[in-house]
């Protein structure tokens, strides 16, 4: 079955302890991004890629890494989380237009 | 810059009843898709219809069609015979080659 998934589904943590979400798409898509859901925001884009070792920044950033050393994977990485980094996490992919998303995650920093 | 606005934070319907969710966008591309975008209580972001620009007919998928107005940069969904299950927040999105850039959505309640 064609599908994004990401791990864990929910994950609870405290400040500063440095944790990763990892997505992983079996579809061979070129295109993967991470979004963040808030409330009354919708979603914003955080970091994208459009290829193996091709990464770049979308709209927030600040205080996110990735990586995506092969196509299938695009771990999302904080370093550092705060208390402002508590969201809904959606891993994306794509090959032509139409982005698939993965289930969320949802991420509390206390 | 490209925006995707929806007015609408919260609309409601009556059961069997049609619905229209606007959003309007800005973007000095000639050349994109446009995407709805349904998320249920599970929060699973689930396609519901995509619009080509270029092409002029209006998309439709079952009960669920667009108004597709380019020179007025406008995308609104109607949602015919509505049913329980239509309830949801539902995401106006514009594709990009490098994103999709989302409204901040309208919640949808239907009303039995």
């Known amino acids: 079955e064609a599908q994004v998934t990401q791990n864990p589904r929910y994950l609870i943590t405290v400040t500063g302890k440095k944790l990763t979400v990892t997505c992983s798409q079996n579809?061979?898509?070129?295109?993967m991004s991470w979004y963040r859901q808030d409330p009354g925001l919708g979603l914003r884009q955080i970091y994208y890629?459009?290829?193996?070792?091709?990464?770049d920044k979308g709209d927030v950033p600040e205080g996110y890494k990735v990586s995506r050393k092969e196509k299938r994977n695009f771990p999302l990485i904080l370093e550092s989380p705060s208390p402002n980094q508590t969201s809904l996490y959606f891993c994306?992919?794509?090959?032509?237009?139409?982005?698939?998303f993965g289930p969320g995650t949802r991420l509390l920093v206390l | 810059a490209q925006t995707v606005t929806q007015s609408q934070p919260e609309m409601s319907v009556q059961e069997a009843e049609t619905v229209t969710l606007s959003c309007t966008y800005d973007?000095?591309?000639?050349?994109?898709?446009l995407f709805w975008y349904k998320q249920p209580p599970s929060r699973q972001m689930i396609l519901v219809i995509r619009?080509?620009?270029?092409?002029?007919q209006n998309a439709t998928e079952n009960r669920f069609s667009v108004n597709f107005q380019k020179a007025a940069k406008s995308f609104s969904l109607k949602i015919s015979d509505s049913q329980l299950g239509d309830a949801a927040m539902y995401f106006c999105?514009?594709?990009?080659?490098?994103?999709?850039?989302f409204g901040k959505g309208t919640r949808l309640h239907i009303l039995p």
């Open positions: 994306a992919s794509s090959l032509g237009k139409t982005q698939y």
């Open positions: 579809m061979n898509h070129e295109y």
């Open positions: 890629s459009m290829n193996v070792e091709v990464t």
């Open positions: 973007t000095s591309e000639s050349d994109y898709y």
């Open positions: 619009q080509e620009a270029y092409k002029q």
């Open positions: 999105a514009y594709r990009r080659p490098d994103k999709i850039i």
